[in-house]
């Protein structure tokens, strides 16, 4: 039996990551098993989640994961009780299809209630109002209660508790405005924990005792333990490796904070360890490297240090040239590139990357209209893209993927890299065509 608790919102900017996250810290200060999950493609608010459970950060996506795979990928990271945070409003999902993907989308599929968390700095008696509408637009969602958030004063908090009365919706919490529960943020939404880490460390305790001071604890657990049993089998991959394993050095550190857990889980299985490798920091790969994977992160804050580091630059770089499979997801690409903003980088992609002051966000539908590293001509993914940055030329010889009629990134039979985040619980054959290669790799 997985409890399970969804912290939504109407909208971003309420507080859903400080309240979940000051929430598993406070639950687990109690001596609960928890695991944070994060709706969507969002790397950030995991990284808090950890530090806040201990545990692996885990994503809950349908269109990245599929639907039929969100219960198994629940239970199988899941830990005694659940806390699932949600992503911008309760009912906004990808766009144009009434809310594929939405928060209320998710906690329909894992059969979960929902708290409402509601800044209630700019409202009184109307955010009553606003919580009857979220109430009653879904039928089928199951409201367990609000936490209000930003209260004033003691006289703010009574009168939004009288006009929630006559709803029959419970108040399972109410928080003052504090000045010291403040996570910093960035054009992409927060600042990763890893870039901020002693800072961090310092806010999860003040963080668990603001939210157990102010939150009915005790009803977040009931509520939990009363969701439905789930049926269904814990996800795990459909492979056992039993031969010799190979080192795939993965981007860490600072300027490499992005990576789903299932993604080190899937090559795992595949005989594939992944050893952390940190760009601003690290002078050489590790011993006995094969491969190379780069996920996401914020290279465009670390670009001088990332520049500095040269020797660990020319090593990559006589390593991709060598033809060492390599894989890199969105900063990865940028790292690749001859330049990032007039910064030397590794020079592998006859490319130069910038920031712009124009964002690319949304959920993409892609395939490879050529036979590269990760999958044959015609392979089709579901992914997501977000940057605020551009690489020229846009594409190589052969583009990684191509969507709404245009190719985008670089691949080869030994490379791939590309803006596109792609959950590989999702598209499996991803890792086993790039653990085939390492294990190939001489």
Not at 6 to 14: C, E, L, M
Not at 187 to 198: F, I, M, N
Not at 265 to 270: Q, R, V, W
Request: hydrophobic share 45%; glycine share 12%; with cysteine.
């Amino acid at each position: 039996m997985v409890a399970r608790v969804v912290i939504a919102a109407p909208g971003s900017g309420h507080g859903k990551t400080t309240i979940a996250a000051g929430l598993m810290a406070a639950l687990r200060a109690r001596g609960l098993d928890v695991s944070g999950h994060k709706v969507g493609p969002d790397f950030i608010d995991p990284s808090y989640h950890e530090l806040a459970t201990g545990r692996p950060p885990r994503n809950l996506d349908p269109f990245l994961q599929s639907e039929e795979l969100l219960v198994p990928l629940l239970l199988h990271g899941a830990g005694e009780l659940a806390v699932i945070e949600g992503v911008m409003g309760l009912f906004d999902g990808a766009l144009g299809t009434e809310g594929f993907a939405s928060t209320a989308h998710v906690a329909r599929l894992i059969d979960a209630p929902v708290v409402l968390v509601v800044d209630a700095s700019a409202a009184s008696r109307s955010v009553a109002a606003t919580v009857l509408g979220f109430a009653k637009y879904d039928p089928g969602l199951e409201l367990a209660g609000v936490i209000l958030n930003k209260l004033g004063s003691q006289r703010h908090e009574d009168e939004i508790r009288a006009a929630l009365a006559p709803t029959g919706i419970p108040v399972l919490g109410a928080l003052r405005r504090s000045e010291n529960i403040h996570a910093p943020s960035r054009h992409l939404g927060l600042v990763p924990a890893a870039e901020r880490a002693t800072e961090s460390q310092r806010l999860l305790p003040e963080l668990a005792s603001w939210v157990d001071a102010g939150v009915d604890l005790e009803a977040i657990v009931r509520i939990a333990r009363g969701a439905a049993r789930l049926g269904g089998t814990p996800w795990a991959p459909a492979v056992s490796w039993d031969g010799p394993r190979r080192i795939v050095a993965s981007a860490a550190g600072s300027a490499f904070t992005f990576r789903y857990t299932e993604t080190a889980e899937l090559l795992a299985a595949h005989g594939i360890d992944l050893v952390d490798l940190d760009p601003l920091r690290d002078k050489t790969l590790p011993d006995g490297c094969a491969g190379l994977y780069f996920g996401g992160g914020f290279p465009e804050v670390h670009v001088e240090e990332l520049s500095a580091n040269v020797p660990l630059r020319e090593e990559i770089a006589a390593a991709v040239h060598s033809g060492i499979p390599v894989v890199a997801e969105c900063a990865g690409l940028l790292y690749l590139c001859r330049e990032l903003d007039g910064q030397p980088m590794v020079g592998a992609l006859d490319a130069v990357a910038r920031m712009t002051k124009r964002g690319a966000l949304g959920y993409r539908k892609a395939l490879a209209p050529a036979a590269h590293l990760l999958g044959e001509a015609g392979t089709r993914v579901t992914g997501h893209e977000f940057h605020r940055t551009e690489v020229l030329p846009r594409q190589g010889k052969t583009p990684a993927w191509e969507w709404d009629g245009t190719g985008e990134g670089f691949a080869t039979p030994t490379l791939h890299a590309s803006y596109l985040h792609v959950h590989w619980a999702g598209h499996p054959g991803l890792a086993g065509r790039f653990a085939a290669a390492v294990h190939a790799y001489e």
